[in-house]
């Protein structure tokens, strides 16, 4: 039997009754005032109202209650007022005359609402799947709107309830989804302005708070749609040991059961019995992977229930009441709980014993049950969620599409089989930073495209990079011979640049896990549009990454003459520095500024902020071995040994690095590792790791080692910092000097301090004796290298090269004038006798970064 303690509202939350201080109400309407912003409204014919939890309702108990006041006219019509919200309501069936809400602090033209108002202005949410589609689609509405308000209609899901019995039968998981009692008003007005991470906040409490991952899912996934065997997946993770590319999932695609059945019995799509010819020894197979550093999903259609040739048939059949004698088809029927109990408890529970760790959801049947008003999506991943957390050992985890706001408790998102083009890779930074507006802040695309479209090396070389700084980074592929994605199928320069795209995030895990635990415990994704923070900027592709990082992707072709592409970047006010190269970007005297900026193959627009500061899991960690004896470390996810920091210059920063000890959400040990510049002082101090148990924890040692390395190798990597004198530099362990190791690294203008083993427990202050400077942009030598590269007539370049050289910046204006003397040079009919367009562009970058 499934375990019942999972399902039940408390497990969930859930806290479904609104406080009786928040209600207002007649005999068929009822208004309950949850926040200053947040106003819940219900009409009922029959005068009975829901309080019980739904699919994207289920803690209505916002506590304090806030100020309000209530005004009931002589003429029957109440007021109620908030500091937010004056709300005018007749007491009649809801109607654009008789209720409209007036927002105090708008600064739209139109700050006044009337039921019925189309949600114009919307800046949009999410959608259900990006199945085959090439470039955009529309998106559901979300919490933001440049308006100032949203609502989200609850009148038409289901009621999750305490159940002993559904249909007469024992209900096996103590609550269930039942469709709500005669038609009825239930809909949520969200007026927050631009108060747009409160609204967010509010939305979380109200709907349920984005769960904690565990730390594999934040590497690398390889999935595929192919007909691997066992041999032949070994081989290929060995080959990406071997190659250095690390990856922390396995998603195995339909073809590990058997797809080739009689059609009398329907499709294969559906099938739980292990394909043996591919896969002789399944539960060696998945150890296999496990010992190799890798979580396994396995990809699930389960439509067409239990077929009596599945090798689970017997047990399957009896679980579900079935005599098996019979050969009867045990149906899939998400609505009932017998037939959900024998699908998880007979049929995947052992699976999962043998070493399956999560399951990929792949549901394509449509949003209609058999009980009114019910997704069957949202069930199933309600359900397998939860049910997920069976084995104590394990957080919970699924993995499937977008069932509608409240999805964000059932992480990951699986976003459906793009199309490969610059269409569809132009839509994806958009549609997850958007996605962030209805709370779903997980979503996993398939980077690199899935299918149909074409072959272009630099789309796939642009679409790693982009899956590098995306939620989860999952590769997929379809099964076509001319569609792996396999670094080694592509030219040098892409391959290199994959790579390299995959190591960093790999490398980023220790920052991912902690915007993994402020997604969780702050209700603040790791993606945000850019607007959630900073007012101005108009780059919709543009969005922040954690707390640190804003990313601006490549999002079309190389210019061919300046063999580099654009993207438009805006910066917030501040000094912003280049992650890659530590190049300074100068908002500050501006209110934020828009640039175009140019890149290689080799990476990406992504900046740091002055005082920022990135752990990373240092490569120390993973030292290559022989040929034949692969250092299998490289997939690991451990609390590494050593840890790589990330520091820019220019301002005070502070960051927390967050670790744990892997248990499930509520039995945690988090151990805090501060880690502060004060770039007045010239300063840079880790303070000492601190345990930190969640409440209610028993038992927990102090001892931050038992959880983290005892000790660690730490390197502070100062980039876009001049260089400095080591002897001026001291580092002290605990108030004692300690040695270090210093290098400059001109190209990335970077100070590399090396420490050794140093206790965790230790405060560890490196003082610049001097007062540091950000590094001067090297205005001549960026110059030189781009026209090094640009695809030009020699002599204008060396005519551009002489203006750099003598006017600076200066030469931008006196570039455009240059030509090629008359004459037939045999050249290539793409090329221009006059200095390309592109390479001024580029060179501006250069000249006008830091004016």
């Not at 045999?826 to 200095?835: D, K, N």
């Amino acid at each position: 039997m499934v375990d019942s303690r999972l399902f039940s509202l408390e497990s969930m939350g859930a806290h479904p009754r609104m406080c009786e201080g928040s209600v207002v109400q007649g005999d068929r309407w009822r208004i309950g005032i949850l926040t200053d912003a947040l106003i819940r409204f219900e009409w009922s014919d029959t005068g009975v109202f829901v309080d019980d939890a739904t699919t994207m309702a289920i803690n209505r108990r916002f506590e304090p209650v806030p100020d309000y006041t209530v005004t009931h006219n002589d003429d029957g019509s109440w007021e109620i007022e908030t500091s937010e919200l004056r709300i005018f309501y007749d007491g009649q069936p809801f109607s654009p005359e008789g209720l409209y809400i007036y927002m105090k602090h708008s600064g739209a033209q139109e700050s006044t609402w009337h039921y019925g108002d189309e949600q114009k202005g919307n800046l949009g949410g999410t959608t259900r799947t990006l199945d085959q589609i090439d470039g955009s689609t529309a998106l559901d509405p979300g919490l933001i709107s440049k308006y100032g308000w949203a609502v989200i209609d609850d009148s038409r899901t289901s009621l999750i309830r305490k159940a002993d019995k559904v249909g007469g039968k024992p209900n096996p998981f103590g609550t269930w989804v039942f469709p709500k009692e005669g038609p009825s008003q239930d809909w949520y007005f969200f007026g927050y302005n631009q108060k747009i991470t409160e609204a967010v906040k509010d939305f979380y409490h109200l709907s349920g708070h984005t769960p904690l991952l565990p730390r594999y899912v934040l590497g690398n996934w390889w999935s595929r749609y192919h007909r691997y065997s066992q041999d032949e997946y070994e081989q290929l993770m060995e080959r990406f040991n071997h190659e250095g590319i690390p990856f922390t999932v396995a998603v195995i695609d339909m073809d590990w059961h058997l797809v080739d059945i009689d059609p009398n019995l329907g499709s294969g799509w559906t099938g739980y019995t292990w394909n043996k010819e591919l896969f002789p020894n399944p539960k060696d197979f998945l150890h296999w992977l496990h010992d190799h550093g890798m979580r396994t999903t396995l990809s699930l259609h389960p439509r067409d229930g239990v077929r009596s040739f599945e090798e689970p048939y017997e047990r399957v059949a009896r679980a579900a009441g079935i005599d098996p004698a019979s050969k009867k088809t045990v149906e899939f029927d998400v609505t009932s709980p017998v037939s959900m109990n024998a699908y998880f408890d007979a049929l995947l529970h052992p699976m999962e014993e043998q070493g399956v760790d999560f399951w990929w959801i792949d549901w394509q049947q449509g949003s209609v049950a058999k009980q009114k008003d019910l997704d069957p999506l949202w069930l199933l991943n309600h359900l397998h969620y939860l049910d997920s957390a069976h084995m104590p050992e394990r957080r919970p985890l699924t993995f499937s599409r977008y069932a509608g706001p409240g999805s964000h408790r059932y992480p990951v998102g699986f976003s459906g089989d793009t199309v490969v083009s610059w269409k569809s890779l132009r839509f994806q930074p958009y549609f997850t930073a958007m996605a962030s507006n209805i709370g779903y802040g997980w979503w996993s695309h398939d980077i690199g495209g899935h299918m149909f479209g074409y072959r272009d090396e630099e789309l796939e070389a642009r679409w790693y990079q982009l899956g590098t700084f995306s939620p989860i980074n999952r590769l997929h592929s379809s099964s076509s011979p001319f569609n792996g994605k396999e670094p080694w199928n592509f030219r040098v320069d892409v391959a290199q640049s994959m790579v390299g795209a995959l190591r960093l995030r790999h490398a980023l895990i220790p920052y991912l896990y902690s915007m993994n635990r402020r997604a969780a415990y702050e209700d603040l994704p790791l993606v945000e549009p850019m607007y959630w923070h900073y007012s101005g900027g108009n780059v919709p592709t543009q969005f922040m990454f954690g707390t640190e990082l804003i990313v601006s992707p490549i999002l079309e072709p190389a210019d061919r003459a300046l063999q580099k592409a654009k993207a438009q970047v805006w910066f917030p006010h501040g000094l912003w520095f280049d992650w890659f190269d530590g190049r300074h970007y100068d908002a500050e005297r501006k209110n934020g500024r828009n640039m175009e900026v140019w890149r290689g193959l080799d990476r990406m627009p992504v900046f740091a902020k002055a005082g920022g500061i990135v752990p990373l899991q240092s490569h120390n960690d993973h030292k290559g071995q022989t040929d034949d004896d692969y250092d299998y470390s490289l997939n690991t996810v451990e609390n590494p040994q050593g840890l790589d920091l990330r520091i820019f210059p220019g301002d005070d920063g502070h960051f927390t690095l967050w670790e744990d000890d892997g248990a499930p959400q509520g039995r945690i040990t988090w151990v805090r590792t501060d880690l502060d510049l004060n770039w007045k002082e010239g300063k840079f101090t880790i303070s000492p790791a601190q345990v930190c148990p969640e409440e209610g924890a028993a038992g927990v040692s102090n001892d931050p080692g038992l959880v983290v390395p005892k000790r660690r190798d730490w390197t502070l990597t100062f980039r876009g910092l001049a260089p400095v004198d080591a002897s001026r530099i001291t580092v002290l362990s605990d108030g004692q000097a300690v040695p270090f190791s210093c290098t400059y690294d001109e190209e990335r203008l970077s100070l590399i301090v090396s420490l050794r083993s140093l206790p965790c427990t230790s405060q560890i202050d490196l003082v610049f004796n001097d007062r540091p400077q950000v590094a001067h942009n090297p205005m001549n030598h960026d110059a030189l290298q781009l026209l090094q590269g640009a695809q030009m007539f020699y002599f204008t370049k060396e005519q551009a090269w002489d203006q750099v050289r003598n006017l600076g910046v200066k030469a931008v204006s006196a570039l455009h004038t240059l030509e090629m003397p008359p004459g037939d040079y045999g050249e290539p009919s793409w090329f221009q006798s006059h200095m390309p367009q592109e390479v001024i562009r580029g060179l501006e970058e250069i000249f006008l970064r830091d004016q």
